[in-house]
């Protein structure tokens, strides 16, 4: 597609980066076709295709408000148009950097910064979150009902396995999880255990940085990135073999690392060394040798239904399909028909606080067709999707570690 | 200007929410173009209405004020067949998304224009039934559009196009009018205005809801991929294919460029050093498949197929076809834009245009990558070049007007299935003379005697085909000589 980004912007760095990504989409229109929003309001603004061109007319020097500012808003940043696009247009990276120009021209409503900044200021941090969260379950009765869905019961942390193994890897305990569901890095722990293979974590570690990166924030999300790199250097010297993120959210952006800190003099190689080392726990999984679960779910008896949701940021952003499938069929589950299994739950981050409405909506048809086929469980690999899912799901929704976990356990006490 | 779009925008917003009617540049901009993306229009207002009744009432304010409408489904044409006009209104049909009813025992399906192509066969796939016609764009493309420009697609060699596969229409005419044409079955008493519908690229009138013919997903599928060293190999391997008394279900050629790029996307396997690959897919009953899959790969190692690979399993099928049809964007991988032709030819004449195009592409200085439904002869080439290069879309446009010329000239035609919107108005002026074109430019007129829906598409008016013909002298007869030069 023709450009003719405006001068100044074209001697920056991100400038020069959207122009030749914005020179690579032909406006097919494919992407559309595959945008959760596009398909919920059939309007050219709410679909990639439109994105693309609101960035491309505000870096080109066109006068921006807040239209501009509300159709990037509504982008979910799931990704499934890059899966789409056969032109190879690098959407999220051309959404970051329209989304930081856009949001350094047009003043947000006082509202909007306040939740923005709160969004910032308690998710990323574990001990504010988890008091909050706390106090939410303790309070649930006078709650709302909306939110009262949204807060998870808590859970009776399980034991660690303290077994040491010669091989060893390291887990990212995260920010909203340890709180929401600690279950599922002492699930992994124990499924990696069953294997032969000794998780740790690196207590100094804490958000990957998604939050702040995606509020446009990217220099507080440096922040978050750079500490997590320190706390991970000495295990990765001492030869840890991988990076384990059991949340497809964070395994995506801690995979991005080197690049968001290609220019930091400091870190720029241990960045890129993070993200080599970094890998969802599926990939982990599918090498394994997993016929010691699918006896175990034999014994147990009728092989349990199970519903996979494909995070996007699995899927779309990490670009890994099939492969959570491949290891639940290995492990002796039946996977029901999921139809649109392309498309967003609407949990994307912080997007079902921020667009309410719309998350809301993409919640209703992704729980359609999760259920459609009737499994007896859901399953899926990222903390948000599970906790959006759950707070509507007829079916109990569990992390696929905690699937494998659990048929461990169950196979124990039947020997 | 504004004064018109205010006043306009007001009437409309009499029934429409504000984020229906679009008037703020920042809004509009977006919509200056469909996938044609060279030919840009800021449209004077943007309507996205949801029902019939809103298109009727647009359309009589429209009328009362006497101003043209153009519409647009997903904005996939590659012919400029959705360009806006600058005191036009752009009205979307992206929110008519739904498929009204599935009539699996009729085998047809009642659904509104902006339904994807794709999610039809998607949608009836639970009945064993699917929608044959497959554009290219078939993930995206709205088949409002498929209608409007008679789409085809990779398995119309076997199962035709739009028109052969829709049985009845409900269109908006300027009058505000509703009208059913055609019917549930094959065949009505009087003029066939079905088929004159379909392909008329939005000029008689607005398509709110189409009834089209649904098939059995066949028992088997099976696609065999050949590759050549020369193209004329491989053009004559096509010959024969067709010759021999196979209708397969889709026989499709790329060169070299397009297989390289096509590869890149999908990364399907396809052979990165032949000069053509020929993909053939016959479907059916199995013990016909596996019949006539061996036969064309006699035929293929006949005509001197370097390699030949049949898809193992239905996973293997899709994805050899997904890279040809993302092939179009695909080629950005090669160079920054793509100008793509639609011309059709005999299918004997394909060694000697495809030789032609070479040296077209060797004169012009800008490279071509080759995507052909070589089954039934409708080529297309992709005119690689970067926009950002002053005159270079001025030279691919040149270029790609020799190349539709070229196609007449062995007794062709100018389009195949993209139509000719505003891209190939002037190759119109050189297939159709004035008796033709004033034919047409009647029944234009006996639908909308004010020229308000889509003005300026598909058919050239006669004065720029006299203005025109007066630059292209052919053999000193000077074209359309009865036409008042200026």
């Given at each position: 597609m023709q450009t003719s980004i405006d001068k100044l912007i074209k001697l920056t760095q991100p400038g020069q980066e959207a122009d030749a990504i914005l020179r690579k989409c032909v406006h097919c229109g494919f992407c559309n076709a595959t945008c959760p929003t596009y398909q919920l309001l059939g309007d050219e603004l709410d679909g990639p295709r439109g994105r693309i061109y609101l960035i491309k007319q505000a870096l080109e020097g066109n006068a921006v408000t807040r239209k501009t500012q509300t159709h990037l808003d509504r982008c979910l940043n799931c990704l499934a148009c890059e899966t789409t696009c056969p032109s190879g247009v690098e959407y999220h990276r051309l959404l970051d950097i329209g989304r930081n120009w856009v949001d350094q021209h047009v003043q947000r409503s006082a509202y909007d910064n306040v939740r923005r900044k709160l969004l910032r200021g308690i998710l990323p941090y574990k001990r504010r979150f988890h008091f909050l969260l706390s106090l939410g379950q303790m309070m649930s009765f006078i709650l709302p009902d909306a939110v009262k869905r949204a807060i998870p019961a808590r859970q009776i942390r399980s034991p660690w396995p303290d077994k040491q193994h010669q091989r060893k890897m390291l887990v990212l305990d995260g920010c909203v999880q340890p709180s929401l569901a600690p279950n599922i890095n002492t699930a992994t722990a124990r499924v990696l255990a069953a294997l032969g293979i000794s998780l740790v974590k690196a207590d100094k570690a804490g958000c990957c940085g998604a939050v702040s990166w995606h509020l446009s924030a990217p220099e507080e999300a440096r922040v978050f990135m750079r500490q997590n790199i320190d706390a991970w250097w000495p295990f990765i010297e001492a030869g840890i073999e991988a990076i384990v993120m059991t949340a497809s959210g964070c395994g995506s952006v801690v995979k991005e690392y080197g690049a968001y800190l290609a220019d930091d003099k400091n870190y720029a190689q241990k960045a890129r060394r993070v993200s080599e080392l970094t890998k969802d726990i599926s990939e982990i999984l599918v090498n394994e040798d997993l016929s010691f679960f699918n006896n175990t779910i034999k014994n147990i008896g009728k092989p349990q239904r199970v519903a996979f949701h494909a995070p996007c940021t699995l899927q779309h952003g990490q670009k890994i399909t099939g492969v959570v499938e491949t290891i639940l069929q290995q492990a002796g589950y039946e996977l029901t028909h999921v139809p649109d299994a392309h498309l967003c739950c609407g949990s994307a981050g912080t997007y079902s606080i921020l667009q309410k409405d719309l998350s809301q909506q993409l919640l209703i048809n992704k729980l359609k067709s999760l259920e459609n086929d009737h499994p007896d469980v859901i399953v899926t690999m990222n903390i948000g999707c599970l906790n959006h899912l759950a707070s509507g799901a007829n079916t109990k929704v569990l992390h696929v570690v905690e699937l494998l976990e659990k048929g461990l356990r169950q196979g124990k006490s039947l020997n | 200007m504004s004064e018109n779009r205010n006043t306009l925008s007001k009437q409309f917003l009499q029934f429409l929410p504000d984020n229906a009617v679009l008037t703020h540049n920042e809004d509009l901009h977006p919509y200056e173009c469909d996938g044609l993306s060279a030919y840009r229009q800021v449209p004077l207002v943007v309507v996205i209405p949801e029902t019939i009744e809103h298109i009727v009432r647009i359309v009589n304010i429209c009328r009362k004020t006497n101003t043209p409408i153009v519409c647009r489904g997903a904005g996939t044409s590659v012919s400029g067949g959705a360009l806006p006009l600058e005191n036009g209104v752009l009205l979307s049909l992206a929110k008519f998304n739904r498929i009204l009813n599935i009539d699996p025992v009729n085998r047809l399906a009642c659904v509104q224009p902006g339904v994807r192509n794709l999610a039809i066969s998607q949608a009836t796939q639970s009945y064993g039934l699917y929608y044959a016609p497959d554009p290219s764009s078939q993930i995206a493309c709205s088949i409002g559009g498929n209608?409007?420009?008679?789409?085809?697609?990779?398995?119309?060699?076997?199962?035709?196009?739009?028109?052969?596969?829709?049985?009845?229409?409900?269109?908006?005419?300027?009058?505000?009018?509703?009208?059913?044409?055609g019917g549930s079955g094959l065949d009505g008493p009087g003029y066939d205005l079905l088929a004159l519908l379909t392909g008329s690229e939005g000029m008689l009138g607005i398509i709110v809801e189409i009834v089209v013919k649904l098939l059995p997903v066949p028992e088997c599928a099976s696609v065999v991929l050949a590759a050549f060293d020369e193209i004329e190999h491989a053009g004559n391997a096509v010959t024969e294919i067709i010759a021999s008394g196979i209708i397969p279900a889709g026989l499709e050629m790329m060169d070299r460029h397009a297989t390289r790029a096509a590869e890149e996307y999908v990364h399907a396997g396809y052979p990165d050093n032949a000069a053509a690959i020929l993909l053939c897919e016959l479907d059916g009953i199995k013990e016909e498949v596996s019949a006539q899959i061996s036969q064309v790969k006699d035929i293929l190692l006949k005509?001197?197929?370097?390699?030949?690979?049949?898809?193992?399993?239905?996973?293997?099928?899709?994805?050899?076809?997904?890279?040809?049809?993302?092939?179009?964007?695909?080629?950005?991988?090669?160079?920054?834009?793509?100008?793509?032709?639609?011309g059709t030819i005999p299918r004997r004449k394909l060694a000697f245009v495809l030789n032609r195009i070479s040296e077209l592409s060797e004169e012009y200085q800008l490279a071509i990558a080759n995507v052909f439904h070589a089954g039934d002869g409708n080529l297309h080439p992709l005119i690689l070049y970067d926009a950002n290069k002053p005159g270079e879309l001025h030279r691919s446009e040149e270029l790609g007007g020799k190349i539709l010329e070229l196609c007449l000239e062995v007794g062709g035609t100018i389009t195949g299935e993209h139509g000719v919107g505003v891209e190939k108005l002037n190759q119109m002026c050189v297939q159709f003379d004035t008796l033709e074109l004033s034919q047409f430019h009647a029944i234009k007129h006996a639908f909308d005697p004010d020229e308000l829906l889509n003005p300026g598409k598909a058919v050239p008016s006669l004065h720029r085909c006299a203005e025109l013909g007066a630059m292209h002298v052919h053999e000193g007869k000077l074209p359309f000589p009865d036409i008042e030069r200026f």
């Open positions: - | 209608v409007a420009e008679n789409a085809g697609g990779v398995h119309c060699l076997k199962y035709g196009l739009t028109v052969h596969n829709i049985l009845q229409l409900k269109i908006v005419t300027i009058e505000g009018e509703l009208l059913t044409l005509h001197r197929a370097v390699q030949t690979r049949i898809a193992k399993d239905e996973v293997e099928r899709q994805l050899l076809w997904a890279g040809r049809k993302g092939a179009f964007p695909a080629v950005v991988r090669l160079a920054p834009d793509y100008y793509c032709m639609d």
